[in-house]
């Protein structure tokens, strides 16, 4: 499931309003040159941004979104509260540690789709 989330939203790059792709740009900017030593920070910002206040949210509440009719159950609820721990730690770049031992496993998760989520 969360490939197919991953590759729906990589297929719509492109369709991204300019006024939002102007705004990323100059949030990359501030952050290389507020944090120039963090590796990856130009990305970070902008996933990080987008999948905490746009995807995960429909994700965690798919109803108020308008994604479903009714509220999920709660193994439902579980699942997508687990995807979208997966997609934020994506978002972010980073892996799971200790704190988590039980999402571990989605670590080579993460690892095989990060170069995805690096795009200029």
Same mark, same amino acid.
């Given at each position: 499931? #969360? @490939?197919?989330?991953?590759? =729906? &939203?990589?297929?719509?790059?492109?369709?991204?309003?300019?006024?939002?792709?102007?705004? +990323? $740009?100059?949030?990359?900017?501030?952050?290389?040159?507020?944090?120039?030593?963090?590796?990856?920070?130009?990305?970070?910002?902008?996933?990080?941004?987008?999948? #905490? @206040?746009?995807?995960?949210? =429909? &994700?965690?509440?798919?109803?108020?979104?308008?994604?479903?009719?009714?509220?999920?159950? +709660? $193994?439902?609820?579980?699942?997508?509260?687990?995807?979208?721990?997966?997609?934020?730690?994506?978002?972010?770049?980073?892996?799971?540690?200790?704190?988590?031992?039980?999402?571990?496993?989605?670590?080579?998760?993460?690892?095989?789709?990060?170069?995805?989520?690096?795009?200029?």
């Amino acid at each position: 499931m #969360l @490939r197919k989330v991953l590759d =729906a &939203i990589n297929a719509t790059l492109d369709q991204c309003p300019m006024p939002l792709r102007k705004i +990323f $740009n100059h949030m990359q900017t501030e952050v290389e040159n507020k944090f120039p030593d963090v590796a990856d920070i130009r990305y970070i910002v902008v996933s990080g941004f987008i999948f #905490l @206040r746009f995807f995960c949210p =429909a &994700i965690l509440g798919p109803k108020l979104f308008g994604l479903r009719s009714d509220l999920p159950d +709660f $193994n439902t609820a579980r699942t997508l509260t687990l995807s979208a721990k997966v997609l934020q730690n994506l978002a972010n770049l980073v892996d799971f540690a200790q704190k988590e031992p039980y999402m571990i496993d989605m670590n080579e998760f993460i690892q095989e789709r990060k170069a995805h989520m690096m795009v200029s």
